[in-house]
């Protein structure tokens, strides 16, 4: 290869674009961009009565700190910077104590959107492009209370009733997953000179829910350590340590993916799914109707190829996989069900989201073929309808 720096992208080698070479040179050199100092702003554009409230909640569990006065303070805090004999703000403390950050820098915002359909460009029944939109500003924690509110009011809500016959409504996504992912968005994304002008999009499908922050993973992290127990590398460590010190969006350092995952098993949803994309980070949720079959057989070919050193797998390859899988499944149910088990405990034990999925291609063809049976025979419907191997 002659000329330039290339970039490994799954098979093939890349040439590199001036984004991820200033990454590779800022994360070398440990340039930390929230530090940044915001020339064209003063100490008394941030809110004051905000500054004053963390300082003091700051001096509680630092006592050297309350010695200090109160500009040095906020100096080492990272909330303000020294240059050319002045004193500005910085990135992070414009963003968080900021009285309208936007007038600094007007693209660090969240455009949301509600899509009428599966795919951006789609039109409802009137020629909407979108059902709703809204650009969301202010500081971290506006935008992040902002873009919640948005959600909440355009999810859709439906009534769940237990096995105790008591009723609930439920969201659309679970709440405390989808805060975690716009709290990481607006935290870790890159704020460098070279994406301060893209902002976070957050689109809502039909049949997901998509989130897109500027800026790939930082440094030596990579996808596969997402939600581990390994030490990831902070992109901007001010931003994250006066939040947590606030305690307003980060409250446990490292458990925003944990959480993201545990809620959406909660609700029989997907994990949430990670994609990095040379130059921005995606996130994605999808809902029960983005639990397509199509859906589940692309992620068990996923784990396939995974399996199989990512060899590219032919059609007719991947029909073979689909009916090998499928029969691999239907013994396990077999020896499962020896006892009698219920759809749900079926599903578990399978961890196959898709109810419909699991029905349609599992447990139907058993019973067609009279391997497996009803106890319930009289009303094949009925709430507790549990299923049993037949002649085991």
């Given at each position: 290869m002659k000329g330039g720096s290339y970039i490994r992208v799954g098979d093939s080698d890349m040439l590199m674009t001036d984004y991820e070479i200033y990454s590779l040179q800022s994360y070398n050199d440990h340039i930390i961009e929230d530090k940044r100092p915001n020339k064209s702003a003063s100490i008394d554009d941030l809110n004051k009565d905000s500054l004053i409230k963390y300082i003091n909640k700051v001096k509680i569990n630092k006592p050297n700190f309350s010695k200090n006065f109160f500009e040095k303070n906020l100096k080492l805090c990272g909330i303000t910077d020294s240059s050319e004999?002045?004193?500005?703000?910085?990135l992070a403390g414009t963003m968080i104590f900021g009285e309208y950050p936007q007038c600094y820098y007007p693209q660090l915002f969240v455009a949301c959107v509600v899509v009428p359909g599966k795919v951006l460009g789609?039109?409802?029944?009137?020629?909407?492009?979108?059902?709703?939109?809204k650009r969301v500003e202010g500081t971290i924690e506006e935008m992040l209370e902002g873009t919640m509110n948005f959600l909440r009011r355009?999810?859709?809500n439906t009534v769940i009733i237990d096995d105790n016959g008591i009723r609930s409504n439920r969201a659309e996504y679970p709440i405390e997953a989808l805060r975690e992912a716009v709290a990481n968005a607006l935290i870790h994304r890159d704020y460098s000179t070279q994406t301060e002008h893209a902002y976070i999009s957050v689109y809502m499908y039909e049949d997901r829910l998509e989130i897109i922050n500027p800026g790939a993973l930082y440094g030596t992290n990579k996808l596969e350590k997402l939600g581990t127990d390994n030490m990831m590398e902070v992109r901007n460590p001010n931003i994250v340590r006066i939040l947590e010190e606030k305690g307003s969006v980060i409250e446990n350092r490292h458990s925003g993916i944990p959480t993201m995952k545990r809620e959406m098993k909660k609700y029989n949803l997907p994990e949430p799914e990670f994609y990095e994309e040379r130059g921005s980070f995606k996130v994605i949720f999808r809902n029960s109707l983005g639990?397509?079959?199509?859906?589940?057989?692309?992620?068990?070919?996923?784990q396939l190829n995974e399996q199989n050193s990512g060899l590219q797998i032919s059609g007719q390859q991947?029909?073979?996989k689909r009916k090998k899988l499928i029969e691999e499944y239907k013994n396990r149910i077999l020896d499962f069900c020896i006892k009698p088990k219920s759809a749900k405990e079926i599903s578990n034990y399978l961890q196959i989201k898709s109810r419909q999925y699991l029905s349609s291609n599992i447990i139907n063809p058993l019973i067609i073929e009279g391997k497996l049976e009803y106890t319930n025979k009289r009303s094949v419907n009925a709430r507790n309808q549990k299923y049993i191997t037949k002649n085991k």
């Open positions: 004999n002045n004193i500005y703000p910085t789609e039109t409802g029944d009137l020629g909407e492009r979108f059902i709703d939109n355009n999810m859709k639990i397509t079959k199509e859906y589940v057989e692309n992620q068990w070919i996923s991947r029909n073979k």
